[in-house]
């Protein structure tokens, strides 16, 4: 058993190399303006969007423009978002007649898909209309990943460029990011998911007879084209309630496979457009090696874990899992979906064994930072690199510079900020939903696997990747609106940061090459593994303790 | 000189010791953010305990906490008070002399008045006459004089210092020896040099540089997110049903945040300029000295850095049918009363070569000396009817002219030669008979080749400036081993060469002393002058050198490079540190509610209370066991970056992961 879980995971990081590595290379080229092979088809798209959106694609802005943009635009997009599932009972394309959606869950749901979590304290199918999935969840699926991308683009445009305040052009790399890259791979993947049998369609929910003579009613909708893109643009948000666990989400092994290499393949893509954007390929594959071991020391041990199931049921552990996907692909896909922000699920977390659910909280509890959301993964590592090349630099005698940019106490402040303010909004938060009644209100369990639950809703909002842990009953006005605010937190604790420091990078003078110390080998990697690791576990390992680890002692204490 | 010996002296202690409790006071402490946070939590808990006492309740466990919480801060203060003693010794001493010091002030009107030192303002003129203390910084007007500059120094040998040329400048609290100066004054005060020193080393006046401050940041970071873990773990062990008191709480939060690097770290950056300051190199700037790790090119001055200041002559090259012995004959004679170094060095070649002896030479009778002029680029001496000239080839050519007689093409060979080779040919002639050639050569200062080539070895390019042709520059470069060289160039190319690199991404180090290196001085990012120049050379430095060798920068980028490692180690350590104190900590605080907890207790304390009090008493005690080490500094002598790294990484890394481990559990073996 497993050898062969060995050899498919080999097999699947290979698959995912292969994807990743040509996209990178595309997306490098999407952003610094390139001719691609698309372009003989997009080109003329994107020049008659800027014509109609009066944006010109040539004129670059500072950092604060670009923020500044960036800000308005999200601001926008969750009023939208906000307004439209209180009004969806009057709009059309409600065959259900759902009705107005209540204010807490709609503002928790507007700040959620705009700050690509897709946390849904609602089950899809009973609260949002077509029309509220399709304008409202769908478009923001699109344009929040396409927002991670313009972030992270810009981010290594601070690393490339010298001397100049401009970093770029929030509206070009917004466009560019859907047209070029999230629209074509969606309609793909769409196609592919349809042909394995998800369904699009308009219908209302259709009513069976089940094999015992009750009535049933089955959900309908437009699942493949807001599957396809929640999972690439690692969403997560599901049509339905129980998300790619669904079989109109995820009928099959092979559909299975492919929402996991399709949430990781953008993000792990970018390493490698940071590599050719930087000129420095092997950079690339540094970053991305670095993602790949964190990686897989979490799903060793969630694989370890997990297969050796619960002593006191002597059984595998395949409680809260399909039997169509087994232990492995479901630890994969739990695995991969927190450590890359998708937080689409396709088992019930909560019944994973206490150490698995430990490094699903994990992954999320480091910033979402192992391959991470599409554009703030590469980021958030990126800024890890940036911690980790102060220490490097200091130990080695020099001032601390990375790829070739001095740190200096400014780049320090925006570092420390997007590495403890998400950190700090989850453990507050933790703390009072674990001391209120407003929180323990909401709990289904006592005890460590209770504080567990609560844990993993904060550090899924935090991380902003938006899966559930069940358990918990989160449609609450005191979780609805604390996610809201720890959703916020980590997204954009992490964004406007991140574009501070591109903005002052840019501004700044690059050493010349032979004077740098490399930042590519293996002293490199390991060095920043063991920070996001230390980084990680001083911060969460007591309440870990007191959550996962005490659960899994209990388990295994008394269960031999 | 007082800098040089040992700070572990008992008078340093003691003072240490004492102003690690004066340090205590608030208003000090907030300028490390990280100990405030100690002391406030020290406060705290003795606080607690005294309320304790008041109450009846038991006592003793809090007591202890506490008093290791106020130990952990006072082990900071004494470090940082230790790392000062010395220089603020001396600075104290020179204040205090400085203080007493009356100066002669010059009046417009030509009247002199006597006011206190402090008193003097930029642009006054102060007179210095024999035995007086010269009473600030400032550059010589008029006249010369002996100066003793031990005071700053410590150099015992009296230097002198005059008006005109590269030696102008003095600096305040020196003494004249002999002599008459006028002074004008360049500074403000509490501008001085003095000043200046002494800012570098006092803590409460010290700037924090750049990089120091950027840590500082990270550090501050990890103390609020500790701060944060800890606040909140009270609730969650609510959740649990544990509660867990404020002296432990306070005790986990100290455990945790980086007091290792935040207690030694201005200790480290003091400890520096002290030890920069015993290779008597006084640092204006915390920054430069730390961006000289950085450095990538260094401009070097050719004449006075690379060569001693002169040219000498070192062989006579005869023409042919000539005897050496004559041709040195002539050249002496012809250079008897010619008072350059290049003339003084021909008589002593020749003397050596004719084996004579001193008292031997003296001028023949009748003896009519030519001095060197520049409209006939040549000197010599006419003996009755004997002209003998040596000079320039061009001028010596036209001087044999009007004799009909040959210039010999051997001579114009060897002319070719010397000057191919970087030396300077001057040609000799009797009468129109040219006699032959002296080799007058550039003579490198003892040691400069291996000096350059450890800059080298370190990644530093050197590059040296030169007026010279470029032929002989390039036979200069190859023979002192520099990476690179400027020929023909003139006072601003300095400054324009800087700027080049620097737009490159280069940092670039200057050494010089001359008014003319004032420009490019100021726009390097490591300027050293040394303290034998102009006043505007040493104000437009950031670091004077005060032995004036121009290769002191390998010991700047040492020292440099050394702070900075210092400081990234033991936050390597600090951090590191952490996991065994969360292994200690942890277990103790829920292993009575939740007895399976003991599987994390890994070091098997005895008991929960013990095991918190390891983890702080380690805490506390490993700061004095590191004091050594700041004040020393991390060696790194001649490492590659990647093997400095590594062997640090290893060091403090993983030793700073396994070290406390092993502490912890013998401090809780000797306590229980």
Not at chain 2, 192 to 218: C, H, Y
Not at chain 2, 605 to 629: D, R, Y
Request: aromatic share 8%; with cysteine.
């Amino acid at each position: 058993m497993y050898n062969s879980a060995l050899l498919q995971v080999v097999l699947f990081i290979i698959i995912l190399i292969i994807l990743a590595l040509p996209l990178g290379e595309y997306m490098a080229k999407v952003f610094t303006g390139q001719q691609v092979w698309l372009s003989f088809l997009i080109r003329p798209v994107e020049k008659f969007l800027y014509r109609i959106f009066g944006v010109d694609e040539t004129k670059e802005t500072d950092w604060k423009s670009y923020t500044f943009s960036l800000i308005v635009f999200n601001a926008v997009g969750i009023v939208v978002l906000f307004i439209l599932q209180l009004i969806q009972h009057i709009l059309p394309l409600n065959p259900q007649g759902l009705s107005s959606v209540r204010w807490d869950t709609a503002l928790n749901t507007a700040v959620s898909f705009v700050a690509n979590t897709n946390w849904q304290a609602y089950g899809g199918e009973s609260t949002m209309s077509y029309l509220t999935q399709m304008l409202g969840m769908t478009a923001q699926n699109f344009v929040s990943s396409a927002v991670g991308i313009a972030v992270a683009v810009t981010f290594i445009r601070g690393f490339v460029r010298k001397s100049v305040k401009e970093i770029g052009n929030f509206w070009v790399d917004l466009t560019r990011s859907i047209i070029y890259l999230l629209l074509p791979l969606s309609i793909v993947f769409s196609l592919f998911l349809v042909s394995q049998g998800v369904i699009q369609n308009f219908n209302p929910y259709t009513k069976a007879q089940t094999i015992q003579g009750q009535e049933q009613v089955i959900a309908q909708g437009p699942v493949a084209s807001q599957e396809a893109i929640k999972i690439l643009g690692t969403n997560g948000g599901g049509f339905f309630n129980a998300n790619s666990s669904h079989p109109y989400e995820n009928p099959k092994p092979i559909t299975d496979y492919f929402e996991i290499l399709g949430f990781l393949v953008i993000s792990a893509a970018l390493p490698f457009t940071f590599g050719a954007m930087l000129n420095n390929r092997k950079q690339g594959w540094a970053i991305f090696i670095s993602m790949l071991t964190l990686y897989l020391i979490g799903l060793s041990v969630a694989l370890w874990s997990e297969y050796h199931g619960n002593p006191i049921l002597g059984l595998d552990n395949m409680e809260g899992k399909e039997v169509r996907f087994g232990i492995l692909n479901s630890v994969v896909f739990g695995h991969s979906t927190t450590s890359t922000s998708c937080g689409a699920v396709n088992a019930m977390h909560d019944s994973f064994m206490p150490l698995t659910a430990m490094i699903l909280m994990f992954n999320m509890m480091i910033g979402e930072v192992v391959f991470g959301g599409v554009g703030v993964g590469l980021v958030g590592m990126l800024i890890y690199a940036i911690l980790t090349m102060f220490l490097i630099g200091l130990m080695i005698g020099r001032t601390p510079e990375i790829f070739g940019k001095k740190l200096e106490p400014f780049e320090m402040i925006m570092a420390v900020l997007v590495l403890i303010l998400p950190s700090i909004i989850q453990l507050v938060f933790g703390a009072l939903a674990s001391s209120t009644t407003l929180g323990l209100s909401s709990l289904n369990n006592a005890g460590p696997h209770g504080l567990s639950e609560i844990l993993y809703a904060f550090a899924s909002g935090a991380g902003n990747n938006g899966s559930a842990f069940a358990g918990l009953n989160a449609n609450t006005p005191f979780y609805n609106l604390t996610l809201a605010v720890a959703m916020l937190v980590g997204r954009f604790a992490t964004i406007i940061p991140s574009l501070t420091i591109a903005g002052s990078l840019a501004q700044k003078k690059s050493t010349p090459e032979i004077s740098r110390f490399p930042t590519s080998g293996p002293l490199f990697i390991i060095s920043i593994v063991a920070v996001v690791v230390v980084v990680g576990a001083l911060t969460f390992f007591p309440v870990l303790v007191i959550g996962p680890i005490l659960e899994h002692l209990e388990i295994f204490t008394y269960g031999n | 000189m007082e800098t040089k010996k040992t700070i572990w002296q008992p008078k340093f202690i003691v003072r240490a010791v004492y102003d690690s409790f004066i340090k205590l006071n608030p208003l000090n402490m907030y300028r490390n953010p990280v100990m405030f946070a100690v002391e406030i939590g020290s406060i705290l808990t003795a606080l607690i305990t005294v309320y304790n006492i008041i109450q009846g309740h038991p006592f003793g466990f809090n007591l202890q906490i506490s008093l290791w919480l106020w130990f952990t801060v006072l082990f900071a203060n004494f470090a940082e008070a230790l790392a000062e003693g010395k220089g603020k010794a001396q600075a104290e001493s020179l204040k205090q002399a400085r203080s007493d010091i009356i100066a002669q002030k010059l009046l417009p009107n030509g009247d002199i008045e006597s006011i206190p030192a402090l008193a003097l303002r930029k642009g006054d003129i102060a007179l210095a006459s024999d035995n007086h203390i010269i009473p600030s910084d400032g550059e010589i007007i008029e006249g010369v004089a002996l100066v003793d500059e031990s005071a700053i120094t410590g150099e015992s040998a009296p230097v002198v210092r005059e008006f005109g040329g590269d030696k102008t400048g003095v600096t305040g609290g020196t003494k004249v020896l002999s002599g008459n100066i006028k002074i004008k004054i360049t500074v403000n005060p509490g501008e001085t040099f003095l000043d200046q020193m002494v800012g570098m080393i006092e803590s409460a006046k010290r700037q924090k540089t750049p990089n120091e401050k950027a840590l500082e940041i990270l550090l501050v970071g990890l103390t609020v997110l500790f701060f944060v873990v800890v606040v909140t773990l009270n609730f969650y062990a609510g959740y649990v049903n544990v509660k867990i008191s404020i002296p432990i709480l306070v005790a986990l939060l100290v455990c945790l945040m980086p007091t290792t690097i935040g207690g030694l770290l201005p200790a480290i950056g003091i400890a520096g300029m002290d030890r920069l300051m015993s290779r008597n190199v006084i640092a204006l700037s915390g920054r430069a000295v730390e961006a000289a790790g950085d450095v990538n090119i260094v401009l070097l001055d050719k004449t006075g850095t690379i060569t001693l200041g002169n040219r000498i002559a070192t062989e006579f090259i005869p023409a042919p049918g000539v005897e050496e012995k004559q041709l040195a004959r002539a050249a002496m004679l012809s250079s008897l009363a010619d008072e350059t170094p290049e003339g003084r060095s021909v008589v002593i070649l020749a003397k050596e070569k004719l084996r004579m002896r001193g008292r031997d030479i003296t001028a023949p009778e009748g003896s009519k000396f030519i001095s060197f002029s520049a409209e006939t680029r040549m000197s010599g001496v006419d003996i009755n009817d004997r002209q003998i000239r040596k000079g320039a080839t061009d001028a010596i050519k036209d001087f044999v002219k009007p004799y009909n007689k040959q210039f010999p093409k051997e001579v114009g060979y060897a002319v070719d030669r010397v000057g191919g080779e970087g030396g300077t040919p001057l040609v000799v002639c009797e009468n129109g008979n040219v006699l032959g050639v002296v080799r007058l050569k550039d003579v490198l200062k003892h040691g400069i080749r291996e000096r350059l080539s450890q800059l080298k070895n370190i990644g530093i390019t050197s590059v040296m400036i030169t007026g010279d042709n470029p032929t002989t520059a390039a036979a200069i470069a190859a023979e002192a081993g520099v990476s690179d060289f400027i020929a023909q160039a003139r006072p601003e190319t300095k400054l324009e060469r800087i700027r080049k690199f620097q737009s490159e991404g280069y940092m670039v180090a200057m050494i010089g002393d001359g008014t003319n290196d004032a420009p490019a001085l100021a726009q390097a990012d490591v300027a050293v002058a040394m303290n034998a120049g102009t006043q505007a050379a040493r104000e437009a430095a950031n670091m004077v050198d005060l032995d004036s060798t121009p290769t002191k920068l390998l010991d700047i980028v040492e020292i440099g490079k050394q702070i900075l490692i210092t400081r990234g180690a033991l936050t390597t350590f600090s951090v590191a540190n952490d996991v065994a104190k969360y292994f200690a900590i942890i277990p103790a605080l829920f292993a009575v509610q939740y007895p399976i907890l003991n599987t994390l207790n890994v070091m098997r304390l005895s008991s929960p209370q013990s095991a918190i009090l390891s983890a702080v008493i380690f805490n506390a005690i490993i700061i004095p066991f590191l004091i050594p080490l700041s004040l020393k500094g991390v060696q790194c002598k001649q490492d590659s970056p990647m093997s400095l790294l590594i062997r640090n990484l290893f060091i403090y890394g993983l030793g700073g992961l396994i070290l406390p481990f092993i502490g912890i559990k013998l401090i809780d073996m000797i306590i229980h």
